[in-house]
């Protein structure tokens, strides 16, 4: 399974983004994913997750409201809209999956088994 996350960059605050995320090596439409962020001397954090199917997503409270997660599984992509942005959101973000297809949306990071390379999201004020 390879995860390449792209996207990232360097934008003013109040300023969008919107990541991607390609997956290959498996039936992306069978697994669930999820985008997580580290910033620095932080521990990685859970930012969003979404269903095999995309019917249902779940977000960090901190960017509930601004953030919105899809998938795309005709192109084998998972998306991460974000509006809005704060100094706060600045970190390198991933995207991830479990090793077991379907199951329910996962927002620990120790249901995940597979990681992206990571893409750096940078937020000036």
């Known amino acids: 399974v390879q995860l390449q996350a792209s996207g990232g960059g360097l934008v003013q605050a109040g300023g969008s983004l919107r990541l991607s995320c390609a997956a290959s090596?498996?039936?992306?439409?069978?697994?669930?994913m999820g985008w997580f962020r580290q910033a620095p001397e932080k521990e990685r954090e859970f930012v969003a997750a979404i269903s095999w199917s995309g019917g249902e997503t779940a977000y960090a409270d901190s960017v509930q409201g601004r953030f919105a997660i899809s998938r795309d599984n005709a192109k084998n992509k998972m998306y991460l809209q974000m509006n809005s942005l704060k100094r706060e959101d600045t970190a390198v973000y991933y995207c991830a999956t479990p090793r077991l297809a379907y199951g329910g949306i996962v927002t620990d990071s120790r249901g995940y088994d597979y990681w992206g390379q990571g893409t750096q999201v940078t937020v000036s004020s």
């Open positions: 090596g498996r039936t992306f439409s069978m697994y669930r």
